[in-house]
């Protein structure tokens, strides 16, 4: 599905054209016939000789309503540039040109129009001259030129086999499985409620859909699909849409608001662009400028922030940071426009490269500016690899989002970046439909020099602990759990560090006891050799060790807790453990008062170590009796 759009001067014949194209005059409003002049966007479409169908996006030309023009011509795949032959090259024909060069329109076609009410051939020669030297270096420069009559039909089949070919191409709009519909027209038809018209981008609807219209957030479900007033069950990207919602009314809805699916999309008020001044611009662009910036549909105001220089000269590009007075719905790639608002003037446009920056930029940040310098090149593994540097770690949506590529191509690419060794890839859990998160390899090695740093710190502070607590790790480090796990996992299985329960150390630390330290835990440890199987409690232990060195001889496995108060020494466990094992081999059960008596121990300690043998999986409690576990 294609959607093609007229530009150009005031009264140049643009609507007649429609009209004469499709049998369908655009002007649909009182006014516009009254005055018989385009005062706000018209629609029409027409069927080419091939069969396919192709919207149409019929725009005002008058310099009063410039920014009606520009809500109708961000989502067009080819443009008629119309002038008209009894006139020439007007104001608004090199204002609508420099909008759709700033918009890099991907086609057009130059169109004369009423070259009826021109006698002499060699004047129409003389305009279109004109159009080649303001096309030259342009969007338009290499377009091809028709001359037509739309009252008198002369030229009209050229230009229609013209168009199709120019339309044939064109590569279709990617189908990115995040649609949005940027809404240019709300309207109410009895009977059906609320109907909102637009240009449907990076994905399909279909009729059922559960949608949310942004900046608002207002949930409502699609009730009804029509493109050029055929129903259908889905749209696919490209298309040129009617969306009936239910259960919203029209002023809920407002031009410039976004159908899509809930979640996939976030509105914004900063963004981070790159700009290019008009050459003829009246002034250079200051810090703190208020500007009106306008994308898709939408407008609003906005203040600059200039980045890496004090100003902007015309004719000059450069990096901006916008901050806006309301939301506003942008993905990474779009194109805008900024006006000025008073005295009205086209400054220029750009490309958004980042629609949600984590906050205000300083400046003059050389690293900043030298990243955006990097985005600038556009290439999709340089997109991948800055986002990631700037980001940290990312998601598989993340880089959908500022790619902008489609999914198979996006997994394709990721695939190509870590068998490169320019990215690492991590598992959220160890399932095979489990999500996946990306970093590049610098900022890798830099987490683990975070980590090992962190963790030598505590060793150095904490000599007799075994280890740091986990979440105290997590809690230094800022990452949330499922990403700190899966990095835990990572760096364990790379023997960066190693896990013991809730205790993380690194790799070549361990506890080591000073002479002087095993002489003071010598009262302890000969509790334990007196009495092995009734050893003392815990808390008697911490007593007499002192609380790191107990956790120390827990660390170093010489002392093995089996519940919160009672602790055996390890040779006094591995004999029960035998025991259990040894028993339960010969004989299919085993009972407390077996275990109890082989041991002369207590009904207290026996109890406690048959359960710790239960909790960890070594045998089975069935009512009074225990069975080794299969």
């Known amino acids: ?40 966007l018209g629609f029409a479409w027409m069927i080419l000789p091939g069969g396919e169908e192709v919207g149409i996006v019929d725009v005002p030309g008058h310099r009063d309503f410039i920014e009606n023009m520009l809500a109708g011509v961000g989502g067009i795949d080819c443009v008629l540039f119309v002038v008209a032959g009894d006139e020439g090259v007007m104001p608004q024909t090199r204002e609508h040109l420099a909008i759709l060069n700033l918009l890099e329109i991907p086609a057009g076609l130059l169109v004369i129009t009423k070259i009826d009410k021109v006698a002499d051939p060699a004047w129409l020669d003389e305009v279109e001259k004109e159009l080649r030297q303001i ?93 050029h007033n055929h ?51 009246s002034a250079p662009l200051r810090h703190d400028q208020l500007v009106k910036i306008f994308v898709h549909a939408a407008e609003t105001n ?7 220089v004090e100003n902007l000269k015309p004719g000059e590009n450069g990096w901006l940071q916008l901050e806006t007075e309301s939301q506003i719905c942008v993905e990474r790639g779009d194109r ?11 400054l220029g446009g750009g490309v958004v490269d980042d629609p949600h920056p984590a906050g205000r930029h300083k400046r003059f940040d050389t690293e900043m500016v030298a990243r955006f310098k990097l985005t600038e090149r556009g290439t999709p593994e340089n997109l991948v690899l800055v986002t990631l540097q700037a980001g940290g770690f990312a998601s598989f949506m993340d880089l959908e989002e500022k790619t902008r590529l489609e999914p198979a191509k996006l997994t ?75 990095v835990l996992k990572e760096m364990a299985g790379e023997d960066v560090l190693r896990l013991a329960g809730n205790l993380i150390r690194r790799s070549d630390w361990s506890v080591r006891l000073s002479d002087g330290q095993r002489r003071w835990l010598e009262p302890l440890m000969a509790r334990f050799t007196a009495a092995p199987y009734t050893p003392p409690p815990v808390s008697e232990c911490i007593s007499l060790a002192g609380e790191d060195l107990y956790h120390a001889l827990v660390g170093l496995g010489e002392l093995i807790p089996v ?17 259990v094992q040894a028993h339960l081999k010969d004989h299919p059960t085993l009972t407390v008062a077996e275990f109890r008596d082989h041991f002369h121990s207590s009904r207290k300690f026996t109890l406690t170590f048959l359960e710790h043998l239960d909790a960890t999986g070594v045998t089975i409690r069935e009512g009074d009796f225990r069975r080794l576990k299969t």
Not at 186 to 214: A, C, H
Not at 564 to 579: E, G, I, P
């Open 135 to 227: 096309t030259h270096g342009t969007i338009l420069e290499h377009a091809p030129v028709l001359r037509v009559s739309a009252l008198n039909h002369i030229g009209l089949d050229e230009l229609i086999a013209t168009l199709e070919k120019t339309l044939a191409a064109q590569p279709v709009r990617s189908d990115l499985g995040r649609p949005r519909l940027p809404v240019d027209r709300v309207f109410s038809i009895q009977g059906f409620g609320t109907v909102v018209t637009g240009t449907l981008r990076d994905g399909t609807l279909q009729i059922g859909d559960e949608v949310e219209v942004l900046p608002g957030g207002l949930k409502t479900r699609i009730r009804g699909l029509q493109v």
């Open 1 to 40: 599905m294609r959607v093609i759009g007229t530009a150009g001067h005031v009264d140049h014949g643009k609507s007649t054209l429609v009209e004469a194209l499709t049998g369908v005059h655009p002007d649909r409003l009182k006014e516009e016939k009254l005055r018989e002049m385009t005062i706000d």
């Open 231 to 281: 129903k259908q069950d889905s749209i696919p990207p490209g298309s040129r849409a009617a969306a009936n919602l239910t259960t919203i009314s029209v002023d809920q809805v407002k031009r410039g608001d976004v159908v899509c699916l809930p979640g996939q999309h976030q509105p914004t008020r900063r963004m981070d662009v790159s700009f290019k001044l008009l050459k003829d611009a």
């Open 412 to 486: 394709a690419l990721i695939k190509d970046l870590v068998e490169q060794a320019l990215i690492r890839e991590l598992a959220l859990a160890d399932k095979p439909d489990a999500e996946h998160i990306y970093i590049s390899t610098d900022g890798w090695q830099h987490l683990i020099h975070k980590i090992t740093g962190e963790l030598e710190r505590y060793h150095e502070s904490n000599p007799l602990r075994l280890g740091m607590p986990r979440e105290e790790l997590k809690s230094r480090l800022k990452l949330e759990a499922p990403r700190f796990n899966a």
């Open 302 to 308: 906005a203040r600059v922030r200039l980045l890496g």
């Open 563 to 579: 519940s919160a108060d009672v602790v055996f020494h390890r040779q006094a466990y591995q004999d029960m453990l035998a025991f």
């Open 336 to 346: 805008f426009i900024l006006r000025r608002p008073s005295p009205e003037e086209t």
